[in-house]
């Protein structure tokens, strides 16, 4: 796999089953990109431990004075160094090619994973891991998979290099062979605290980070009403713990350090000792000595891998836990329903509540608790995460039907719809019968002073379809992001429309408007709002109000407001003594109220 | 291959107006150099035990050398057990000084990212509210995750690291120097090679890479909203369409990745080009020269291994200038804060009364268009004034305004003769509070959420203090909300950790300590920006009645949604295109048949 021929156009089933298996399953599915990583990375190591060979035969040419050795010699080096060069950089490409692939293909998968879960992700623990894996956890799997084959080319090396002393050199190469392994392994010990330390690091610069971003989110909050010292005191203490905390862990890999240089420092005494001694003795030339000395000093370089591969380990093994577990995670209910795929019409209704939207009309359901109301919009979409008696959809179970099937037939708009960052144009692309037209929409949904706004906020557009909307729409405000949320759910055009408080922060003269808009654009068609504002109940077909999980009346809004008081209590907002005094055809206020009863107590 | 040309699609391009400013070149330097200033003496002890450290790692490279010199010409004696005796002892001080240069490199750049990243906050804190109204807070916060985020890498390895690579190279070439003269200008024939290749690639480098971590930022963001947006993305059907976004996000991040990696496959040849000219010259122009004898081998073996020393150094100068490249756009950024100017205001203004008072004020957000034309308006002590009229007509700026968030462009807003917008931000918001939409209840403690709210001089004093001196008038003003019961209820009371990560609050709850806030800091009038309007009406309906009694005995100004809301005033603005249109009573204004009436009779049914 190639860079350029990324993203996968399948990128397979993982094994999820743990953490290794993830990696491992990750490696044999880029086993011919590895390979090539292991052969470059030979080339380029043993190019590299090949120098100092170079290194002592022009310093034997010298001390001999020969000339053409010395010719030759540079002959070589020149031979190593495109090794080095060449090895260096096509390691360096396969490597970061074997990372990208890895790590795209993760991501690939989390994706999909997120697509089909859906509104089984709305549980925030699963959301929150999903998100944490893409953000964190990918760049450590795809570090450690893409090392292992680098790892084996320097741990190669360093064989090759050592049985290569032993044969050049025995008598001093037998000191480089029993010093090696203790260099190599000498550092492993202490990674695992240095690897602590650096979470605790990390852990305490995630909060400051995040008290910082609480700080600037609440920002309004604090210059307008006060209290900016509190939580500057509070920010700079938890920096200054993060500095510590983070001076603590550069203490360890400073440790680490000073062994690096230690113990390689004292295989070179070593060497030079011995190798001396021998030189004296006439057994081995200067040259070889120099080589010897050159090659435990060039030979640090492979080594390091070692101290890096039981890094990556550490830090992707608990990566790697994670992702297998989110790739693991299935939805509750089965998605291909127990019927084949139809597209039902007719009346909608819910056995378990009663509630009955006739097919081409418009619905309005009243109701006192809005946590119940949610529940019931939901239920009404079918596959809900609380499945009870299915909704029926001209006689059908929607439950039984395929996801894709019920979703297509009705659409709920939840009380929190989500505004998709990117341009207006692509917002509104959603999958749609076609019939409704953009314009018209966003006329229904009174949206011209959002598209004013989105033109002011952007950079270069002059079509308001091109300016960009961010994520969640937070340049927006609360009415602004409910109408445009509301314009893509009619452009959609489903067979059924569920709204539950679709206009709850607009303003009363704006909602009016919506209100007409509305009933114009889904003429003929059936169509639920959850409201409890009598601006749009009072455009509705039919208002069902219903009390304790269940539909108590059901009516025109005038009729109800004169015949349900418990309607009434909902609507008007009236208290109960005010539906006393409602008799006369007063209407008091809460506030007043309130008051008149506390300057009588 | 060619080469690779960048990706035409640059994620890194901004895409909305940046509605701070950055900071220009001058600021931005005139900052490091503040910041250098302030960390000089971290700043050279790092170089002072860095130079310790080098000059100890070349006595093996100069002992070894010697030990060459003396074997070549079999001389008697070799000072063999003085050579290790000084060799270990340079092994030692390398050791000792190569942790304290990795420590010190370490407490230079935590220091300086800790500064930066607070001065960062204060200033932020420091903003005009007028600012911070018009742009957000949403730049802001890239600005503290985003962009701390990139510095600290380059803060905490990066300043400390070059400057240890510079030191090291430069004394290793002082080393080769002092050795042989000769093999240093040997040396110096590796220089143009290494400055033509590095001019090319950090020419591209930094741009490449900030694209190519934006694109990488782009694939983690679309999945987070695909996450986020789990009920939308199933009601519309668009779980095929968001995979599709994520591999398009793929694609443009690896097409970055691609090029990034196509500039190193230039830059890596070159780098280890030089490497092999710095060796090869050394010893093919030093073997010459030990053959005609006018160096000896002893200095040959310690060029050689010097020279072989030096890739560390550079190779850490190389990766870590990359590095510092991507900080700066990071840092002009964060240094844009200290562009605007703090609102200094007039500490000598001080209002006599509490009647508020707008008189023909004119308004406008960019120049040429004004939102508000010639408002007048009076508000007595202790009345309710409702604004009402349709979405863009203004109501919500004439709010901000009569707050003193902005200044009029023409005319005046008084209270109790003062001029608002002349006044100390300080000063405005202990009389005049605006209470939104925006109900944060931040990360921390019950008890913190609601001390901000006392005025700075009554907090206790910086530290731990003590915690609780204040905690029967915050339980009172729970208390005063409604908010007491479930607040008791709480396991930890005050102490109770809320926020995102700790105790998730209703949003009623949330509303309840805003007001709780409004208790503490006791202002005298309120402007109202429809302070209920994102909650469920029945919750609403329990939240009015505290409202109602955080409202008594205050003057308030309602930016009424709801017309329930105007219907309880005692007068009701009516605005409409930047005028007030209708001015009145509920009463009065019924009977005078306007657009008023219409919407009412329409609500009302």
């Keep these: 796999m190639q860079i350029q021929d990324l993203p996968y156009p399948d990128p397979g089933v993982p094994d999820a089953r743990s953490g290794p298996r993830f990696l491992w399953w990750l490696w044999r599915n880029q086993l011919g990109g590895q390979l090539k990583s292991l052969a470059w990375g030979l080339l380029h190591f043993v190019s590299v431990s090949a120098l100092p060979f170079c290194v002592g035969l022009a310093v034997q040419a010298a001390v001999d004075g020969s000339g053409t050795r010395l010719a030759l010699t540079g002959a070589l080096m020149l031979l190593c160094g495109i090794g080095v060069a060449v090895g260096d950089t096509f390691l360096h490409r396969t ?74 050199q025995p008598a001093l190469g037998v000191v480089v062979a029993v010093g090696l392994p203790v260099v190599a392994l000498a550092v492993l010990p202490l990674l695992p605290r240095a690897t602590r330390r650096a979470d605790v690091q990390r852990e305490k610069a995630g909060r400051a980070t995040e008290l910082a971003s609480d700080t600037v989110a609440g920002l309004r909050v604090l210059r307008g009403i006060g209290g900016e010292e509190l939580f500057l005191d509070r920010y700079r203490r938890a920096s200054q713990e993060v500095r510590h905390a983070a001076v603590r862990s550069a203490r360890m890999w400073s440790l680490i350090s000073a062994v690096q240089v230690l113990l390689p420092g004292l295989l070179l005494i070593a060497v030079v000792w011995h190798g001396i001694g021998l030189a004296r003795q006439g057994r081995i030339t200067v040259g070889e000595l120099v080589t010897v000395y050159s090659a435990v000093m060039v030979l640090n370089y492979p080594l390091r891998h070692f101290e890096e591969i039981a890094m990556a380990y550490s830090f992707s093994r608990p990566s790697a836990r994670r992702a297998a577990r989110v790739l693991s995670l299935e939805r509750s209910t089965a998605t291909d329903g127990i019927r084949e795929a139809v597209a039902p019409g007719g009346d909608l209704h819910d056995p378990v509540t009663g509630l009955l939207a006739p097919a081409g009309r418009l619905t309005a359901v009243v109701c006192g608790d809005p946590d119940a109301a949610g529940r019931l ?71 011209e002073d959002v598209l ?50 679709p206009t709850s922060a607009v303003d009363s003269h704006t909602e009016a408007r919506i209100a007409d808009g509305l009933r114009r654009l889904r003429s003929g068609r059936t169509t639920v709002v959850f409201t409890s504002s009598p601006l749009l109940l009072d455009r509705a077909d039919r208002v069902a109000l219903v009390h304790e999980g269940e539909v108590v009346a059901v009516g025109e809004h005038r009729e109800l407001v004169d015949a349900e008081p418990r309607y009434r209590a909902v609507v008007t907002r009236e208290t109960d003594e005010e539906l006393a005094a409602a008799d006369e055809g007063m209407l008091l206020d809460a506030l007043q109220e309130l008051e008149e009863i506390e300057e009588s107590a | ?108 750049g935590e220091r300086m990212l800790a500064d930066l990243r607070e001065d960062f906050l204060v200033r932020s804190v420091g903003l005009p509210p007028g600012v911070l109204e018009r742009a957000g807070t949403g730049d802001l916060l890239s600005r503290i995750t985003t962009d701390i985020d990139r510095l600290a890498n380059a803060m905490r390895e990066a300043v400390p690291q070059l400057a240890i690579g510079v030191v090291w190279a430069l004394l290793l070439l002082g080393g080769l120097v002092v050795t042989a003269p000769p093999l240093a200008a040997a040396v110096l024939l590796a220089v143009p090679v290494l400055v033509i290749g590095c001019r090319w690639y950090f020419r591209r480098a930094p741009s490449g890479y900030r694209s190519e971590s934006a ?59 030089v490497h092999l000219l710095v060796l090869g010259s050394v010893l093919m122009v030093g073997g010459v020269f030990v053959l005609r004898g006018w160096i000896g081998v002893g200095q040959l073996t310690t060029g050689a291994l010097i020279a072989q020393m030096l890739v560390d150094p550079v190779n850490l100068i190389l990766r870590w200038y990359d590095e510092v490249q991507v900080a700066q756009v990071s840092l002009a950024r964060l240094v844009g804060v200290r562009d605007i100017e703090p609102d200094a205001g007039d500490a000598s203004l001080n209002p006599d009364g509490r009647a508020v008072h707008a008189d023909r004020v004119h308004f406008g957000y960019r120049e040429g268009v004004d939102v508000l034309r010639s408002v007048s308006l009076e508000v007595a002590p202790g009345t309710r004034l409702a604004l009402v009229g349709p979405s863009g007509a203004g109501k919500s700026t004439l709010g901000r305004l009569l707050a003193g968030i902005y200044a009029p462009r023409d005319g005046r807003i008084t209270l109790g003769g003062a001029e608002l917008s002349r006044m100390p931000a300080e000063r405005v918001r202990s009389h005049v509070a605006l209470v939104n939409q925006e109900h944060h209840v931040f990360v921390g403690s019950l008890r913190d959420n609601l001390l901000l709210a006392l005025p700075h001089s009554r907090l206790p004093t910086t ?143």
Excluded at chain 2, 224 to 233: K, L, M, P, R, W
Excluded at chain 2, 242 to 260: F, M, Q
Excluded at chain 2, 500 to 507: I, R, V
Excluded at chain 2, 576 to 590: A, K, M, T
């Design chain 1, 95 to 168: 490597a970061v090619t074997n990372w990208i692939t890895a790590a795209a293909r993760v991501q690939q998968l989390l994706a999909r994973k997120a697509a089909r879960l859906g509104s089984a992700l709305t549980r925030r623990v699963a959301a929150g891991e999903v998100v944490s894996v893409s953000t964190g956890d990918v760049e450590k799997i795809g570090w450690f998979v893409e090392a292992l084959s680098r790892f084996t080319a320097a741990a190669l090396t360093v064989v090759v290099v050592g049985a290569g002393l032993v044969v050049y």
């Design chain 1, 377 to 447: 919009a939901e239920r009404l979409g079918g596959h809900p995460t609380e499945p009870d008696r299915s909704v029926l959809l001209g006689g059908v179970p929607l439950d039984e039907l395929p996801l894709d099937s019920a979703r297509t037939a009705v659409l709920v708009q939840d009380k929190e719809p989500v505004l998709l960052s990117g341009t207006l144009r692509e917002l509104l692309d959603v999958p749609s019968s076609g019939a409704v037209r953009a314009a018209d929409a966003l006329a229904a949904a009174q949206c």
């Design chain 1, 452 to 501: 004013d706004a989105l033109v002011q906020g952007s950079l270069d557009a002059a079509d308001p379809m091109d300016a960009r909307i961010t994520e969640r729409g937070r340049s927006l405000s609360g009415g602004q992001r409910q109408r445009l949320a509301l314009a893509r759910s009619l452009i959609t055009d489903p067979e059924v429309l569920v709204l539950d408080e």
């Design chain 2, 1 to 108: 291959m060619i080469g690779v040309a960048p990706p035409a699609y640059d994620p890194a391009a901004p895409t909305t107006a940046t509605t701070l400013p950055v900071g220009a070149t001058a600021t931005v330097r005139a900052y490091v150099a503040e910041l250098f200033r302030r960390h000089r003496r971290a700043f050279l002890l790092l170089i002072a035990v860095n130079t310790v450290a080098v000059i100890a790692s070349m006595a093996g490279p100069y002992l070894l050398g010697g030990l060459v010199e003396r074997v070549s010409d079999k001389a008697a004696e070799l000072h063999l057990g003085l050579t290790a005796g000084l060799f270990v002892l340079a092994l030692a001080v390398q050791a000792v000084f190569v942790r304290q240069v990795r420590l010190r490199g370490a407490v230079l």
């Design chain 2, 215 to 273: 694109g990488y930022a782009a694939v983690a963001a679309a999945l987070a909203e695909t996450v986020d947006a789990g009920h939308t993305v199933e009601a519309h059907r668009l779980g095929a369409r968001r995979v599709e976004l994520s591999e398009r996000r793929i694609k443009e991040w690896t097409a970055w990745e691609r090029y990034t990696l196509w500039l190193r496959s230039v830059l890596f040849p070159v780098i280890n080009a």
């Design chain 2, 463 to 605: 530290g731990e203090g003590p915690a609780g001196s204040h905690d029967a008038e915050l339980w009172a003003a729970l208390g005063a909300v409604d908010a007491d019961g479930w607040a008791r209820a709480l396991d930890d009371g005050l102490d109770t950790e809320v926020g995102s990560g700790g105790l998730a609050l209703t949003p009623a709850q949330a509303q309840q300590i805003a007001l709780a806030r409004l208790v503490l800091a006791d202002p005298h009038t309120l402007v109202l920006d429809e302070a209920t309007s994102l909650l469920d009406p029945r919750a609403a309906r329990h939240l009015e009645r505290s409202l109602g009694r955080v409202l008594d005995g205050r003057t308030v100004v309602a930016i009424a949604h709801r017309l329930h809301t105007a219907h309880d005033a005692d007068v009701i603005a009516v605005v409409e295109n930047g005028r007030i249109s209708e001015l009145g009573s509920h009463d009065d204004l019924v009977a005078a048949e306007g657009p008023y009436a219409a919407l009412w009779r329409s609500w009302h049914g």
